[in-house]
C-alpha cells in the first residue's frame, strides 16, 4: 500500500509587528541623542573659544591700560599731584571692554621724591576675564637713591664669596639674585638674596630694580677718545708710570685725558701703570682678560667724566688692586708733574706717596661673564655691572656722594621711562597700600 504524502505550503516566517517599531524608536532616539551631543559640543567649543577671546582681549587692554600711563606721565611732568599709589583710575572703555591703571610707590607716597622709581600696573577687563600687568618706572637715572648712590649694582647676580665687603655710604646693590657666604658691612639691596653669612646693615629685598645706565654711553666716551694701541703695549701691560691728559707714553695726548684701547680675542690687558689721572675706554673681544692688579691710583681728568668704561660679552674682568701705596721715590717717577696735579698740587719732586686704590665711576659691560672684584680692593665711586660680579677676600667700597649731585657726562639725572627686563604679570587681588 502506498503511503499518501500531503503537499504542505512553505512557512513564512513573520516577526512581530512590535519588534519593527522599537527599532525604530532606538535608531530615532540615538539620532536625537548624537545631534543633542554634537549641539551641546559645540556649544562648548564656543564658550571655549570666546573664554580665549575675553582672555585674550583682557591681556590687550591690560598692555593698553600701561600705554594709557606711560603717555598720561610724559605729557605731564606734575602727573604725580593727580593720582595716588595704589588707587586705580577711572575704568576707561576700549572696543568691547575696559582698562584702568594704577601707580605703586614703593613707600605708598607718590609726591614725597619726583627721582623714587614706582610701578604701573595696568588691568584689562573684557567680557568675564581680567588681566593684570605690570612694569616698573625708572624716574630718573644718577639720583640719590639710585644706581650713582650704590658703591657697586649689578644687573646680574652677586656673589660674596667668603669675605668681608664693606660698603659704605651706600648699599652694595643687585636686580638679581644676591647670595652672601661671607659679610657685608653695610647695606645690601637685592630681587632675592640667600643669606648664609652676615648683613649687617639692613637687607632691602625684594628691592625696587635700577636701570643700568645706556650702553650708548660707551660709544659716546669713544668718540672722546685718542686711541692707544694694543700691539703697542709690551707683553700686553698699560705699564708706564704715569697717564694722564698731559703725558701719554703711548702716542698722543688726549686734553680729557680720555684713551681708548682695544684688546683682541684672546690677549690679556694688564692695567700696570702706577698712576691714570683720566679716563680709560675699553673694548674687549670674547676670551680677553682684563686685569687691575697692581698698586695703582686712578681718577678721572675731571669729575666731569667717567673712570673706566669697558665693553665686551665673555670677558674675564678682574679689579683686585692690593692696597699697598705707591711712592715715587720707590718707584724712580715723579707722578704729578706740571699738567697731572695731585689734590690740586703739582712739583718736580719724588716725595709724594698715593694710596693705591681706584676712584670715580667705572662702567662695565659685561653680560655674558662676571667682573670680579679681589681681594684688598678700594673703591671710592660707584662700579656699576651689566652682568654678574663675584666677591673675593676683603674690599672697601665708599659711595660717593658728588657722583649723585653732579653726575659724569652721560649719567646725568633724565626721566627715563619703564625698565625693559620688570614687566610681570600680576594676580588679583590689587595690594593694598603699605
Not at 500531503?6 to 512590535?18: F, L, S, T, V, Y
Not at 650704590?150 to 651706600?170: E, L, Q, R
Not at 686711541?227 to 703711548?250: C, D, F, K, M, W
Not at 690687558?269 to 670674547?286: E, F, S
Request: charged share 15%; proline share 7%; net charge negative.
Amino acid at each position: 500500500m502506498k503511503s499518501k504524502i500531503k503537499n504542505q505550503e512553505p512557512r513564512i516566517a513573520r516577526h512581530p509587528r512590535g519588534a519593527v517599531y522599537v527599532m525604530i524608536l532606538i535608531v530615532g532616539s540615538l539620532t536625537v541623542l548624537i545631534g543633542l551631543t554634537s549641539l551641546q559640543l559645540t556649544r562648548v567649543r564656543n564658550l571655549s573659544t570666546a573664554g580665549t577671546v575675553f582672555t585674550d582681549d583682557a591681556r590687550a587692554l591690560a598692555f593698553a591700560a600701561i600705554e594709557h600711563a606711560l603717555a598720561t606721565i610724559a605729557a605731564n611732568e606734575s602727573w604725580r599731584g593727580s593720582y595716588t599709589s595704589h588707587v586705580p583710575t577711572a575704568s576707561m572703555t576700549l572696543g568691547s571692554g575696559t582698562f584702568r591703571w594704577m601707580p605703586l610707590d614703593p613707600d605708598g607716597n607718590l609726591g614725597d621724591d619726583d627721582a623714587e622709581n614706582f610701578q604701573i600696573w595696568g588691568i584689562g577687563t573684557s567680557g568675564a576675564s581680567t588681566q593684570v600687568y605690570s612694569v616698573w618706572y625708572q624716574a630718573s637715572a644718577g639720583t640719590s637713591g639710585d644706581v650713582l648712590g650704590t658703591v657697586m649694582h649689578a644687573s646680574g647676580d652677586i656673589g660674596v664669596n667668603s669675605s668681608m665687603v664693606a660698603a659704605i655710604g651706600g648699599p652694595l646693590s643687585t636686580n638679581g639674585h644676591l647670595a652672601v657666604n661671607g659679610t657685608i658691612g653695610g647695606d645690601a639691596d637685592a630681587l632675592t638674596a640667600t643669606i648664609n653669612g652676615t648683613v649687617t646693615g639692613t637687607l632691602t629685598m625684594p628691592a625696587p630694580p635700577k636701570a643700568i645706565p645706556p650702553v650708548e654711553i660707551f660709544d659716546y666716551y669713544k668718540s672722546l677718545a685718542t686711541t692707544i694701541e694694543h700691539s703697542n703695549l709690551a707683553s700686553g701691560e698699560l705699564s708706564a708710570p704715569l697717564l694722564s691728559a698731559a703725558v701719554n707714553p703711548y702716542g698722543a695726548t688726549n686734553s680729557n685725558g680720555i684713551y681708548y684701547l682695544h684688546v683682541p680675542n684672546n690677549p690679556t690687558l694688564r692695567v700696570y701703570t702706577h698712576r691714570i689721572k683720566g679716563t680709560l675706554v675699553i673694548d674687549a673681544d670674547t676670551g680677553a682678560r682684563i686685569m687691575f692688579d697692581q698698586p695703582i691710583h686712578i681718577e678721572p681728568h675731571s669729575p666731569e667724566f667717567a673712570a673706566v668704561l669697558i665693553r665686551s660679552s665673555g670677558c674675564t674682568i678682574e679689579l683686585n688692586v692690593p692696597g699697598a701705596n705707591i711712592d715715587e721715590a720707590a718707584v724712580g717717577h715723579n707722578l704729578n708733574p706740571d699738567g697731572t696735579p695731585y689734590q690740586g698740587a703739582v712739583d718736580g719732586q719724588l716725595d709724594d706717596i698715593y694710596p693705591s686704590e681706584t676712584n670715580g665711576l667705572f662702567h662695565i659691560i659685561n653680560p655674558s661673564d662676571n667682573t670680579e672684584i679681589g681681594t684688598g680692593h678700594i673703591h671710592n665711586g660707584v662700579i656699576i655691572v651689566e652682568g654678574g660680579a663675584s666677591m673675593w677676600g676683603e674690599s672697601t667700597l665708599t659711595a660717593d656722594a658728588a657722583l649723585v649731585s653732579s653726575p659724569p657726562q652721560g649719567y646725568a639725572p633724565r626721566r627715563v621711562g619703564p625698565i625693559p627686563t620688570s614687566w610681570r604679570r600680576e594676580k588679583l587681588p590689587l595690594p593694598s597700600p603699605p
